[in-house]
């Protein structure tokens, strides 16, 4: 196999392993809130949207260790490690208890720092600036792919619910955390570079294991990582990117926990308000999948580079809020188990409520290829680093979005997403322009990134 296959392969096997873990934990954040809110008659008082403040909330603070816990483990490894916290976050639900919740939360939390550090180094070392828009395109369609798997299965499984039983939980979270547990298993086939180097690491191919010497340099590479993150968060780029990457922690909290919740909560929908939580899920994974498809194949032969993919990821959001505006119930996102009678400004519409998860799931996808994309491109010598920064502002700002979606109605959410995505727009505009300006200053094709 030559090299360039090699890589393929490998970011084909990433893609893979993270669709079958986000195909249970994905599905498992979607439908959440509604199991729990069956639960909460029980010695069970857990929330769903306090769990998911307090995941995104560890998660946002561990990303500042997580480049050196990849230095030290490698990427592979600290997959697996964490592809198994989040199998044991799902079991949770199996058996619930409010301590073992809130337990599982904050370790999964961790665990998702290193997993996606882990991930943009994998990214980044098996793509160079010719092939990382189309990588980023192959990874985030394979990754997207899970909301349409799991959430099938909710849509036929909970057809004409309007409470979900026990043992509907019970299957369905056995279930889940068997797929969560392959897709872990999976990042054992990734093969490794020989001339990949973990955050920090300036060779380590003669190191023997277990000598003190290889610890130290480990430990080097660790607390070098740590000190690239810093300096790293400070610089003009990053602090641009920040913009962005807050709007995608926000509109993430909304299509992947929130707006479910709401769909579920609209008692005009009937006998099918559960089941259409599913069918929310799918249409979601189609836009993604459509959209990393799409932009991945066109990346190559994309002259104007990446702000029209992003100018029409916020079109479609804007699009999905002003519809989803006037088709929801503004008490949906707080409603009672009961679910709520109110009507918008028109008549609830499962049809609009389902294209409305489509746009959801296709603006997201513009956002976040691109998001992957130039950061591996203008940081492709400093990849954990850079996207464990990503992670950190993206996290901090979805446990905030958590937090107050127990507050909120849901007019002030959608207009809290409008105002920031409108300046992280901008925002990314500006940092393309000048990776542009660069790229050709260097005598590079700009059509090539």
Not at 50 to 71: H, Q
Not at 92 to 107: G, L, R
Not at 330 to 356: H, L, Q, R, W
Not at 391 to 403: D, G, L, M, R, T
């Amino acid at each position: 196999m030559s090299p360039e296959s090699k890589k393929l392969f490998n970011i084909i096997i990433l893609g893979v392993s993270f669709m079958f873990i986000f195909t249970a934990f994905q599905t498992c954040g979607n439908i959440a809130q509604t199991v729990i809110t069956n639960l909460n008659s029980t010695d069970f008082h857990g929330s769903g949207y306090t769990s998911m403040s307090i995941i995104y909330g560890v998660f946002s603070a561990s990303n500042l260790i997580s480049p050196s816990v990849v230095a030290i483990l490698g990427p592979q490894l600290s997959m697996v490690v964490s592809g198994i916290f989040y199998s044991l976050y799902i079991a949770v639900f199996i058996q619930p208890a409010t301590w073992a919740f809130y337990t599982a939360s904050v370790f999964i939390g961790i665990a998702a720092a290193v997993l996606w550090t882990a991930q943009g180094n994998c990214l980044t070392v098996n793509s160079d600036e010719n092939t990382i828009g189309r990588n980023s395109g192959v990874f985030w369609a394979l990754l997207q792919s899970s909301l349409f798997f799991g959430n099938l299965y909710i849509y036929f499984a909970w057809q004409g619910k309007t409470r979900i039983s026990e043992s509907d939980r019970r299957t369905v979270f056995i279930a889940l955390t068997v797929i969560s547990l392959v897709g872990t298993v999976l990042f054992f086939l990734i093969r490794k570079q020989e001339d990949t180097k973990t955050p920090g690491e300036e060779g380590s191919a003669n190191e023997i294991p277990g000598d003190s010497s290889s610890a130290q340099n480990k430990m080097t590479r660790a607390v070098a990582a740590f000190k690239k993150s810093i300096k790293l968060s400070f610089t003009k780029e990053i602090l641009l990117l920040s913009v962005t990457t807050a709007y995608t922690g926000l509109e993430l909290t909304f299509f992947s926990g929130v707006y479910g919740t709401c769909i579920g909560a609209v008692n005009r929908f009937g006998s099918e308000e559960k089941s259409l939580i599913g069918l929310s899920g799918i249409f979601i994974g189609v836009g993604e999948i459509l959209g990393g498809g799409i932009f991945g194949l066109l990346s190559k032969n994309n002259r104007f580079g990446r702000n029209p993919v992003v100018m029409l990821g916020i079109v479609v959001h804007f699009i999905a809020f002003y519809l989803i505006f006037f088709n929801m119930p503004n008490d949906a996102p707080i409603a009672p188990m009961e679910g709520t009678d109110d009507v918008a400004y028109m008549i609830p519409s499962k049809e609009v409520a389902i294209f409305c998860s489509f746009l959801l799931g296709l603006g997201d996808s513009c956002f976040n290829t691109q998001l992957l994309s130039i950061l591996g491109f203008l940081y492709s010598e400093d990849s954990a680093p850079a996207f464990a920064i990503f992670k950190f502002v993206q996290s901090i700002c979805a446990a905030v979005a958590y937090f107050y979606s127990n507050y909120f109605l849901l007019q002030w959410q959608l207009l809290i997403m409008v105002v920031v995505g409108f300046f992280g727009t901008i925002t990314f505009f500006t940092v393309e322009w000048e990776a542009a300006a660069a790229l050709v200053a260097r005598g590079s094709d700009y059509s090539s990134i």
